[in-house]
């Protein structure tokens, strides 16, 4: 049997089997996906893919929870690119959205057909980006000094909100925006509630 490599996993098994799976889930949903198909993909014997991953379940928990994480990350670096706190924050809120409908990665989490199998992986609760609470600190630390968190505002807590509007705008359905129209209605209805300007 050729082994078929994916991009990033030379000499990596259990990586190999992920990008496969990430290639079935996109092709079949996550419900209809098959470990066979999926051991077919990476170029192994389903007892292969077996040997790193007991079941199903355990498979699509790691691929979430590695998908999840570099999500975080790439959330991370885009929020680092601007400097105001406010535009960082906004920038959290939309990329979460936009990652739910068109992230190829993720997107499969979220159609219907998938939610009773994926209703407790990271990526259907405010834990898909459970790090960036403490991310959120640093990046209201390293943000310019013009705006500042309220009083009344907790950035253990803020990081866990901005999953949860993110999951929100992503899945309830309502007008359909673009990406500049989705941040500017981020920024009207729900900057104001947490960012304050400081007086010079």
Do not use: C
Not at 182 to 194: D, E, T
């Amino acid at each position: 049997m050729s082994v078929r490599v994916h991009s990033g996993s030379v000499g990596d098994p259990k990586s190999q089997i992920l990008d496969a799976a990430k290639v079935v889930f996109t092709e079949k949903g996550v419900t209809d996906a098959r470990m066979g198909r999926i051991a077919e993909e990476a170029g192994f014997s389903r007892a292969t893919v077996y040997r790193y991953f007991r079941t199903k379940d355990d498979l699509i928990r790691a691929y979430a929870e590695r998908a999840a994480e570099r999500s975080r990350r790439r959330l991370t670096q885009k929020m680092r690119r601007f400097d105001k706190l406010s535009d960082r924050l906004v920038e959290a809120v939309a990329f979460t959205a936009e990652s739910i409908r068109n992230d190829p990665e993720i997107a499969p989490f979220f159609e219907p057909d998938a939610l009773a199998v994926t209703g407790s992986l990271p990526f259907r609760s405010a834990a898909m980006l459970q790090g960036l609470q403490s991310d959120v600190r640093g990046l209201i630390e390293g943000a310019d000094t013009s705006e500042s968190l309220r009083d009344t505002v907790r950035a253990e807590e803020l990081g866990e909100w901005l999953v949860r509007l993110g999951l929100s705008l992503a899945m309830v359905r309502g007008p359909s925006r673009k990406s500049k129209e989705l941040r500017g209605f981020i920024r009207r209805l729900v900057m104001p509630a947490f960012i304050e300007v400081r007086q010079k």
